[in-house]
């Protein structure tokens, strides 16, 4: 899909750290657009940028120069705080070490997001339990982490993402704590996401993950030096 306000629009993108004496270029002026319904996959060997990009795409981190709009707001001079607000509002995070809290319920861990966004109980509970049931994962509610799979722990994560519906679901390295075939459901879960109409973007280094997505950006060296589309 190309038409309308893209989900993300970059030009001229630059993260530069400073590392004692040294200045470490990790992205060295991306242009991206990514447009509503895509799915896609960041690729990059280790220290290639794509971390560092996905922190920026994520509201994570700001960059050093270049600008950022996420879904038409222009957030590259945001505070901390303004990026905290647009992060819960518009992103929904899938990590590779799930991050979730283990002393609570799977509910309660989807629930967070609804709780920083001052959604009332009643529909926080809804809106959970449609969450869940989304993942496949409405009998296993009231489980706390260490009582399910690691897969089943992913999709709570994805639950997780999706409950405060948000425009763009950002996927970091998504089944690199998972076996084979525990990676290949949760796959097909975000697939079925991207199915039923949500912009996901993966971030992985494995081929036959990227493999999944309709769209294969390539990194190295801080820059883009390929974006692929497949039919």
Do not use: W
């Amino acid at each position: 899909m190309t038409s309308g306000v893209p989900v993300i629009r970059a030009r001229e993108l630059v993260k530069t750290y400073q590392v004692g004496a040294e200045k470490v270029h990790a992205v060295r002026g991306i242009d991206l657009d990514v447009f509503p319904g895509e799915y896609v996959a960041i690729m990059g060997s280790s220290g290639s940028g794509k971390s560092t990009l996905m922190n920026m795409i994520g509201c994570l981190d700001s960059p050093t120069s270049g600008s950022y709009a996420l879904n038409g707001t222009e957030v590259t001079s945001f505070s901390d705080d303004e990026l905290a607000s647009i992060r819960n509002r518009e992103i929904g995070f899938v990590f590779q070490t799930f991050n979730l809290l283990p002393r609570i319920t799977a509910a309660q861990n989807v629930e967070l997001p609804l709780v920083y966004a001052g959604v009332p109980g009643p529909e926080r509970r809804d809106r959970v339990a449609a969450a869940l049931d989304a993942v496949g994962l409405a009998g296993r509610a009231h489980h706390k982490p260490n009582e399910l799979s690691g897969g089943q722990r992913q999709r709570v994560a994805i639950a997780r993402a999706l409950v405060n519906q948000p425009v763009l679901i950002l996927a970091d390295e998504p089944t690199g704590n998972l076996d084979t075939a525990t990676s290949e459901e949760i796959m097909t879960i975000l697939q079925g996401l991207n199915e039923r109409g949500h912009t996901v973007i993966i971030v992985t280094h494995e081929p036959d993950i990227a493999d999944h997505c309709r769209r294969t950006i390539r990194l190295s060296d801080g820059r883009l030096v390929a974006d692929h589309s497949s039919s």
